[in-house]
């Protein structure tokens, strides 16, 4: 049961990812995702980062549901790469997804160890 649970809301996870950072935000959006504290002005960076990171996880959900030895390496890669598009876009309105990314490379570490 713990498996599918978290399957799921790792396929969840990677999808919202990148439906989240690829439209262009507006005004009136409560975050920035196209401007980094560090970068600057990135939304190329932000683009690619959230849709390479957003496959990864939802593929590392995926091989969780099916059983796949892989999800682990994938979800680690995918895990971290979303850390660090968080790192650079940070904003509080991330402290759920920045936790779920978290306990992703934690748990795969884990698994890998």
Avoid at 11 to 31: C, D, F, K
Avoid at 53 to 64: D, E, K, N, P, T
Wanted: charged letters at 10%; aromatic letters at 10%.
């Amino acid at each position: 049961m713990w498996r599918t649970a978290f399957g799921v809301l790792l396929v969840a996870h990677g999808l919202l990812t990148i439906v989240i950072w690829t439209p262009r935000p507006s005004a009136a959006a409560p975050m920035d995702t196209s401007r980094s504290w560090l970068l600057g002005e990135a939304r190329a960076v932000s683009v690619a980062l959230a849709v390479v990171a957003g496959l990864l996880i939802a593929a590392s959900g995926a091989g969780l549901l099916s059983h796949q030895d892989w999800w682990s390496v994938v979800g680690l890669g995918g895990g971290a790469l979303s850390l660090a598009l968080f790192a650079l876009f940070f904003s509080g309105w991330w402290l759920l997804a920045i936790t779920i990314s978290t306990t992703l490379v934690v748990v795969a570490f884990r698994d890998l160890v």
